[in-house]
C-alpha cells in the first residue's frame, strides 16, 4: 500500500504556529553565489524591547497628527499596533549592503494577518502594509516618512508612496490588508540598481497604518531577507567570478548556471567589456558569440591586472521558440600585479635604536600612516637610530623567499627633519635567500627628503623586479642633515609578486576532512606544474622528503593516498616552471585532519517534506507515491516494516506532528528515525538504502561498523543487518531491544567484502514480532569506539 500523500493532508501539517513563536524583524542576506554568505545576518529592523508600535516625535506630518510609529518587537512577544489615529510610518533601516550597477535585489518579508473574524475588534479592513528597497538619509535618525508625499492612506484603503523625507525611493510594492487572509504570507519588491546607486549602501523599509481611531490590530513579520540576483529560472545564474569578486586570478574561465530553457547548442550569448554600457546594452562591441557550454575562458582577451570587468549572459531557448533572456550584468576585478606581504610577518632589526619608542619594528606597523598613505610628524611612529651610529643600517627578514616587486620607503618625517635633516640620504640595497650570501640592487642608491609635514605622502618607491629574497637591508651611507651622525625611517612596506601556492582549501588546520577530499590552492604566478607533499611527518613534507604527487591544475584527489581516519595530515604545494629563472618556488606547510569516523547515516536531513521523507531513502513495507521529485512511485518492498512516524492517519497518534522522532535523540544529534516493524506470514520486516554508487568501506583503515538504536517497551524479535547479500545478526543481549535507552551495536567488518556496498539493509527478524526501534547515526570507525551508554531519558515522550 502507497502513501497517498495528497495536498489536502500535507495542508493540514502547515497549521501557522504562533505569535509568540515567530517575531522576529532580523534580516538575511542570500546570494546566489555558492562562495557568498548564505542566510548570514546582516542587522534588525528595530529592537527596543518595546512590543507595540509606539507614537512620539512631529513626524513632518501637516494634518494635525503628531506622531509615527517604530517598527519594534522582540522574540516570543505578540505585535500589537495600539491607537494612533490615522498616523502612518514609514521606518528606513540600513542593512550593510552595497548596491552594485545592474544588480538586481529582492526584499522579502513573511507577515502574518488576521482574517476579521480572528480580530475580536473587527477592525481588521483599515489596516494596510507597504515595504520599498533605496536608500535613506540615516542622519536623520527617525527616517520617517512626510505624510503628504510619501506614504498616505486614501478612503480606498489603498496606499502609495513617491519619496522619502530623507530620500528618494527606488522601488516600493503596496502590500494587500494582511487581515484579508489568515496564515503567513510572503511578499517582495525587487529593484534593479542604476548607475547612480552604485557604491550607496541599501536601506528597506516597512510601513503600515490604519484608519479605525481606537481599533487594535495584530499582524506579525518573519524572516525578513534580500536576495540578490534575478528571481527568474530561464536566466542564467551562480556566476564565477561572484557578483563584484575581487582579487580574480588572470585567464579565469567565466562559467555560469544555465537557464531553464536554454538551447543545448548555441544557447548561451556572451558580453564582455571593461565598459559596463557596452555590456548592458548588448553592444556588437562586447558581443563575444554563442557558446554551446556553459564557460568562456578569458586566457586570449589579454586582460590587465587590477582592472574592473563586465559580463553578461543572453540565455537562447531552444528552437522553435528561440527566445532570448536577457541577463543579470555581473562584474569582478583582477588581481593586482603584486600584493603587499603583511608587516607582522617581517623582522626588523637594526643597527641600533634611539630609544626604546623608535624600534627598527616602527617601520612595519603602520602607526604613523593614515587611510591616505600619508605619514604623521609623531617621533614615536619612526625608526631612529642611536645618537652616534657610525655604519647604521636596518635589515627585514620575511618568513620565506618572496618574490619581490617593490619596496616603498616613507623617510624621517618628524616635525624636526627640515631643520635637521634625520633622513636616510645615500643609501645601499642588498637583498638574499639565505642572509650570507648578498646581492647588491642597481640604481637604488637615494632616497627623497620628507617635508617633515603631516600631509608627507611622496613615498620612494624602489623596484626589485621579481627578485627572490628573504632578506633586504638597506645600509644608510648619509642623512639629508649632514651634521648628526644619526639616522631614521618611518615607514616601510614591501610588495611580493605572488610565486607561490596560497589559500589553501581546506583552510590550514581545518578539522573533519574526509580522506577523499579534492584539496585545493591559488596557484603561484607563472606556475605550470604543481608538486605536492603530504605526510603525517610535518619535517618530512617540509623538506621534500615525504611522498609527492604531480599536478598540472590547482588541485589535487586525496583518494589515491588512502589517508587513515582520525589522523593529522600535513601538505605543501611547490609551484614548478623550469622555464622560470627561480624555477620552484616551494609553499609553506599546511595542516589537515581526518575525521575519528566516516557518517552511513545520522538522520538529519529528513523532514516531512517530498524529497527529504525518511521512506524515500529508507525503502519500507509502505512506500509512497509519485510526486514532482519521483515521477514514479514506489510500492512498497512486501513487509511489515514503516520508516518514520504515521502522520497522516487521523488515529495515529503522530497525526500532523514530525515524520521524524525529535525528543529522544543521540547526544548532539536534533532527531532519530523511527523504524516501525509487524512480521506476518513467516515475512521478516526490513528497510532498506541502496546507492547507485557503490560505496568502499575497506579503505581509510576501516574495521568497524557501529549502528545506534533505542528500544521500546514490549519488542520482540530478532535484530539484523545485510550488507549487500551478507546478513549479520545482532549477537548482543535480545532484550536491549525492549529497553529505553541508546545502544551501540559493533559491527566487525574486517572479514566481509565490503569494498563495493550498494545495499544496506535493517531489519527484525521472528514470526509475529513486532514493534518500534530508534535508530541514529550508523557509522565506520578504524575500531571499535568506546561504549558509552547515554542515560536513559524519561519515557513519556516515546509514543509507539
Known amino acids: 500500500m502507497r502513501r497517498l500523500l495528497g495536498c489536502i493532508l500535507l495542508a493540514s501539517l502547515m497549521t501557522a504556529p504562533s505569535f509568540g513563536e515567530l517575531i522576529n524583524g532580523d534580516f538575511e542576506y542570500w546570494s546566489d553565489h555558492p562562495d557568498d554568505p548564505i542566510w548570514a545576518y546582516v542587522t534588525t529592523i528595530q529592537d527596543d524591547s518595546n512590543v507595540a508600535w509606539t507614537t512620539s516625535g512631529n513626524a513632518w506630518f501637516d494634518d494635525g497628527y503628531a506622531g509615527y510609529g517604530h517598527i519594534v518587537g522582540t522574540n516570543g512577544d505578540r505585535m500589537t499596533v495600539i491607537s494612533w489615529g490615522d498616523a502612518t510610518t514609514a521606518v528606513a533601516q540600513n542593512v550593510g549592503i552595497l548596491f552594485v550597477q545592474g544588480e538586481t535585489y529582492t526584499f522579502f518579508i513573511d507577515i502574518y ?42 478612503a480606498s484603503n489603498a496606499v502609495t508612496v513617491d519619496q522619502w523625507s530623507n530620500g528618494d525611493m527606488s522601488d516600493y510594492t503596496v502590500l494587500d490588508p494582511p487581515d484579508i487572509f489568515a496564515g503567513w504570507q510572503t511578499r517582495s519588491v525587487s529593484y534593479t540598481a542604476t548607475a547612480e546607486d552604485a557604491g550607496k549602501e541599501m536601506s528597506v523599509f516597512f510601513s503600515g497604518g490604519f484608519q479605525e481611531v481606537g481599533a487594535d490590530l495584530d499582524t506579525c513579520f518573519d524572516n525578513a531577507r534580500i536576495v540578490v540576483g534575478s528571481l527568474d529560472s530561464a536566466l542564467a545564474g551562480r556566476p564565477y567570478p561572484g557578483r563584484s569578486s575581487m582579487d580574480v586570478p588572470l585567464a579565469a574561465v567565466l562559467t555560469w548556471e544555465p537557464g531553464a530553457f536554454a538551447a543545448q547548442t548555441s544557447g548561451h550569448r556572451v558580453y564582455f567589456s571593461e565598459i559596463y554600457d557596452e555590456v548592458g546594452q548588448g553592444l556588437s562591441v562586447a558581443d563575444k558569440g554563442l557558446f554551446s557550454d556553459p564557460e568562456f575562458p578569458t586566457e586570449d582577451l589579454r586582460l590587465e591586472f587590477d582592472k574592473t570587468y563586465f559580463w553578461r549572459i543572453d540565455e537562447v531557448d531552444a528552437a522553435p521558440n528561440n527566445t532570448v533572456h536577457q541577463g543579470d550584468v555581473w562584474s569582478f576585478t583582477l588581481e593586482p600585479y603584486s600584493i603587499q606581504i603583511t608587516g607582522s610577518t617581517i623582522i626588523a632589526t637594526a643597527s641600533s635604536s634611539a630609544n626604546e619608542f623608535s624600534q627598527p619594528e616602527k617601520t612595519l606597523d603602520g602607526s604613523g600612516l593614515d587611510a591616505g598613505g600619508r605619514h604623521s610628524i609623531n617621533a614615536e611612529t619612526m625608526w631612529f637610530t642611536a645618537t652616534i651610529d657610525m655604519a647604521p643600517w636596518i635589515q627585514y627578514e620575511f618568513d620565506g ?9 616613507w623617510n624621517s618625517n618628524s616635525a624636526a627633519e627640515s631643520a635637521i635633516g634625520w633622513g636616510a640620504k645615500d643609501v645601499q640595497l642588498q637583498y638574499s635567500v639565505d642572509g650570507e650570501n648578498w646581492e647588491v640592487l642597481p640604481d637604488a ?7 617633515g609635514a603631516s600631509t608627507y605622502d611622496q613615498y620612494d618607491e624602489i623596484a626589485f623586479n621579481g627578485v627572490p629574497a628573504k632578506y633586504v637591508r638597506l645600509s644608510i651611507l648619509s642623512n639629508w642633515g649632514g651634521v648628526l651622525m644619526s639616522y631614521g625611517i618611518s615607514e616601510v612596506q614591501f610588495n611580493m609578486i605572488p610565486a607561490q601556492a596560497r589559500t589553501p582549501d581546506p583552510d590550514s588546520g581545518s578539522l573533519d576532512v574526509l580522506p577523499n577530499t579534492k584539496i585545493q590552492w591559488r596557484a603561484g604566478r607563472e606556475a605550470a606544474q604543481h608538486t605536492v607533499y603530504v605526510g603525517l611527518d610535518q619535517a618530512a613534507v617540509a623538506d621534500g ?42 609553499g609553506p606547510v599546511w595542516s589537515l585532519s581526518t575525521p575519528e569516523a566516516l557518517i552511513v547515516e545520522d538522520s538529519e536531513s529528513y523532514s516531512n517534506f517530498s524529497p527529504d521523507r525518511p521512506f524515500q531513502t529508507w525503502l519500507d513495507g509502505v512506500g509512497y507515491s509519485d510526486d514532482d521529485y519521483f515521477p514514479v512511485g514506489y510500492g512498497g518492498n512486501g513487509t511489515g516494516a514503516g520508516a518514520g512516524h504515521d502522520i497522516w492517519s487521523l488515529g495515529s497518534p503522530h497525526f500532523g506532528d514530525q515524520i521524524m522522532e525529535t525528543l529522544i535523540n543521540i547526544p548532539g544529534s536534533d532527531q532519530s528515525l523511527p523504524f516501525y516493524y509487524n512480521n506476518t506470514g513467516g515475512v521478516a520486516s526490513h528497510i532498506d538504502r541502496n546507492w547507485s554508487t557503490p560505496q568502499d568501506w575497506s579503505g581509510h583503515g576501516i574495521q568497524t561498523l557501529v549502528l545506534y538504536f533505542y528500544g521500546a517497551t514490549g519488542n520482540t524479535g530478532q535484530l539484523y543487518l545485510e550488507i549487500n547479500d551478507t546478513k549479520i545478526p545482532y549477537e548482543g543481549d535480545a532484550s536491549n531491544l525492549s529497553k529505553l535507552r541508546w545502544n551501540a551495536w559493533h559491527v566487525d567488518l574486517s572479514t566481509l567484502a565490503v569494498s563495493s556496498v550498494t545495499t544496506l539493509s535493517i531489519g527484525v527478524d521472528g514470526n509475529g514480532a513486532n514493534g518500534m526501534l530508534l535508530l541514529d547515526n550508523i557509522l565506520l ?17 516515546l509514543v509507539a
Do not use: F
Not at 623567499?401 to 620607503?409: E, I, N
Not at 642608491?445 to 617635508?451: E, K, N, T, V, W
Not at 588541485?555 to 623550469?578: C, H, M
Not at 570507525?781 to 515522550?797: E, I
Open 113 to 154: 494577518g488576521e482574517s476579521a473574524a480572528e480580530d475580536a475588534g473587527g477592525q481588521g479592513a483599515g489596516e494596510h502594509w507597504c515595504i520599498g528597497i533605496g536608500q535613506a538619509d540615516m542622519s536623520n535618525s527617525n527616517a520617517v516618512v512626510r505624510q503628504q508625499d510619501a506614504l498616505a492612506l486614501a
Open 401 to 409: 623567499v618572496k618574490k619581490l616587486d617593490v619596496m616603498k620607503v
Open 445 to 451: 642608491d637615494q632616497l627623497s627628503r620628507a617635508p
Open 545 to 586: 622528503s615525504a611522498p609527492a604527487l604531480s599536478s598540472t591544475t590547482n588541485s589535487i584527489d586525496l583518494s589515491p593516498l588512502n589517508l587513515q581516519l582520525g589522523e593529522t595530515y600535513y601538505w605543501r604545494v611547490d609551484e614548478v616552471n623550469e622555464a622560470e629563472a627561480t624555477s620552484v618556488w616551494a
Open 781 to 797: 570507525y578504524p575500531s571499535a569506539p568506546a561504549l558509552v551508554t547515554p542515560a536513559a531519558p524519561s519515557a513519556d515522550g
